[in-house]
């Protein structure tokens, strides 16, 4: 029997406040088949709106029950990146949630930090551009292949 709680779709949350690297992580994603939903916050103040904020109407808001996968930056205005995997890996009903960090930051330290606080994997973005496009191509036959648990803190 099949589990149904994985036949949900993923939704893609990326957070990242570089226009030009969440276009280029968008596109590269699709072009390696990726179809999933994609929802892009500039900064980690949205990304934490987005799970804590309060409904407004017009910003896509969290939903339980729903699988979500999130490509965090770690250098970002508001909040940084750090603290918004702090505060998810610390909600009993997200600390599931997988996140692959997404940055230009190849620190050791940054890189422990992010691992002792809970991320699933720590990508560093490749300086040249068709590094890092092979980089995305990659990251995105993983996402295809990958299972991801709903939202309900279990």
Do not use: W
Request: charged share 25%; with cysteine.
């Amino acid at each position: 029997m099949i589990n149904n709680r994985f036949k949900k779709e993923v939704i893609i949350l990326i957070a990242e406040d570089d226009d030009g690297h969440a276009e280029l992580i968008q596109d590269n994603l699709q072009e390696s088949g990726l179809r999933n939903p994609i929802i892009r916050f500039n900064n980690g103040q949205e990304a934490l709106d987005f799970f804590y904020g309060e409904p407004d109407g017009d910003t896509p808001r969290c939903e339980k029950e729903q699988a979500y996968m999130m490509l965090l930056d770690i250098r970002m205005p508001k909040v940084d990146g750090v603290e918004v995997l702090r505060q998810i890996k610390s909600d009993p009903e997200l600390k599931n949630m997988p996140i692959i960090m997404l940055t230009t930051t190849d620190d050791p330290r940054e890189i422990h930090t992010c691992y002792s606080l809970g991320c699933s994997c720590y990508v560093t973005k490749p300086v040249d551009y068709g590094k890092f496009a092979e980089m995305l191509s990659r990251l995105g036959l993983f996402l295809l292949v990958v299972q991801v648990p709903e939202l309900n803190g279990a």
